[in-house]
């Protein structure tokens, strides 16, 4: 059984580390930082004066990262602190499981969830499920011991950050990633921000331009609520603004586009509307919180066979048609022309790459 890293956050920190922490002490001076020498204490105010007068800083990332091609139509969140929630997610098949240290999770339970989480990542066999973790949010005093734990597992596929509210959040846990994460994984670990206040939806062009490690953005409908003081309805229509705003961020830097979560989780009715909603405005998953919610949400968020066959003879259609030095023609009563075709030739490609991810 692996060691777990229950002395993590009062280690000595590696230069790399000591910048991550001077960014974080520079932006988010309240945060609890792990207790360090008073030469590095020395040191890191030295870093955070020189950070604070140079350039914006750049991401840091410094292994080559690419985006990846990874599915995530369900992402599943299991709270860290429930044995018996975690020990279920090895039989479920959602394209990612989030182990879940922030709001499922109560502040008496954040260590014990944190050393949980990081036997979840270390020992579950979950198939072909991408692990996830969700971190405190950046700021909040708790994320610099997470991330001490959780990254010094190989199997983190990506990490969730919550409260988005600024590039520089990002930015930050990329950092900690290059300091913390074993050499041999880091390059592939990937983030996923979460949009879930005004200030993220406003700054949101920033946030999802951040870091080359950002996979995709996820709105969270409730915090929102919370944070904006709406009131919810179940025309969904007062998230419209944000939601559109986060699918259309995400389409427009290469980003997957995950909505908010289902919370009337016993009504399979809602959870169908939403996920044909999120669809059809451009989402390409959505968050899940009880198993009963993911066979739905992998079958919708996936092209289904009728959308395979129609964009098969979109493209086949096309090509004839140019041989004979014809743009646009009618298939079915409706017009086809390049827009068309494009978009049937993405459906294509998305189909087989999620083929390949199920083989
Ligand atoms: N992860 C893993 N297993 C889960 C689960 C989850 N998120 N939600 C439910 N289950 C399991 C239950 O443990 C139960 O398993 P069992 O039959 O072996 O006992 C089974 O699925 C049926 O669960 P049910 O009894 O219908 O639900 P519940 O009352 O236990 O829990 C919730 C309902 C909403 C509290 C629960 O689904 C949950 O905690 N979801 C995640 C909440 C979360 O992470 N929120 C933060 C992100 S928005
Ligand atoms: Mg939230």
């Known amino acids: 059984m692996p060691r777990l890293p229950s002395a993590l956050p009062r280690l000595i920190p590696p230069p790399r580390l000591l910048t991550a922490i001077a960014h974080l002490q520079h932006h988010h001076p309240s945060s609890h930082l792990p207790r ?4 590095f204490q020395q040191q890191q105010r030295n870093v955070a004066r020189a950070l604070s007068t140079a350039a914006p800083a750049k991401p840091a990332t410094e292994a ?5 091609e990874r599915a995530r139509r369900a992402v599943f969140y299991v709270p860290g602190s429930d044995d018996r929630k975690l020990a279920k ?8 499981l989030i182990y879940d240290l922030e709001d499922s999770v109560p502040l008496n339970r954040k260590g014990a969830a944190r050393n949980a989480v990081f036997q979840a990542l270390e020992q579950f066999d979950v198939g072909k499920s991408e692990k996830t973790v969700r971190i405190n949010a950046v700021g909040s005093g708790l994320e610099v011991d997470d991330l001490s734990v959780v990254l010094r597992s190989r199997h983190v596929g990506a990490l969730v950050v919550p409260k988005v509210q600024s590039p520089k959040d990002l930015e930050f846990v990329s950092r900690m990633i290059d300091s913390i994460a074993p050499e041999a994984s880091r390059a592939n670990i990937r983030v996923l921000a979460c949009i879930e206040s005004a200030l993220g939806v406003l700054n949101i062009r920033d946030i999802a ?7 995709g953005l996820i709105f969270a409908a409730e915090d929102f609520a919370a944070d904006t003081g709406l009131v919810r309805t179940p025309s969904r229509t007062e998230f419209l603004y944000a939601r559109q705003r986060v699918a259309t961020a995400a389409s427009a830097f290469g980003l997957q586009a995950i909505d908010m979560v289902c919370v ?8 169908e509307e939403e ?15 009880h198993p009963n919610q993911l066979e739905t ?3 919708i968020f996936s092209p289904s066979p009728s959308d395979i066959e129609r964009a098969t003879k979109i493209v086949e259609g096309y090509q004839e048609h140019m041989k004979k030095g014809i743009g646009a023609f ?22 087989k790459m999620m083929n390949e991810q199920s083989a």
């Open 330 to 351: 009618n298939l079915d009563g409706k017009m086809i022309d390049m827009p068309v075709v494009k978009w049937a030739e993405r459906l294509l490609a998305k189909a």
């Open 64 to 68: 080559p990262v690419g985006r990846t």
């Open 89 to 96: 997610s090895r039989k479920l098949v959602a394209d990612s």
């Open 297 to 299: 949400i992998q079958r």
């Open 275 to 289: 996920c044909r909603e999120g669809r059809e405005w451009g989402f390409t998953g959505k968050q899940a919180i």
């Open 264 to 271: 009337d989780y016993q009504n399979p009715d809602v959870l």
């Open 36 to 39: 360090t020498s008073s030469h």
């Open 209 to 215: 331009n951040a870091d080359a490690r950002i996979d």
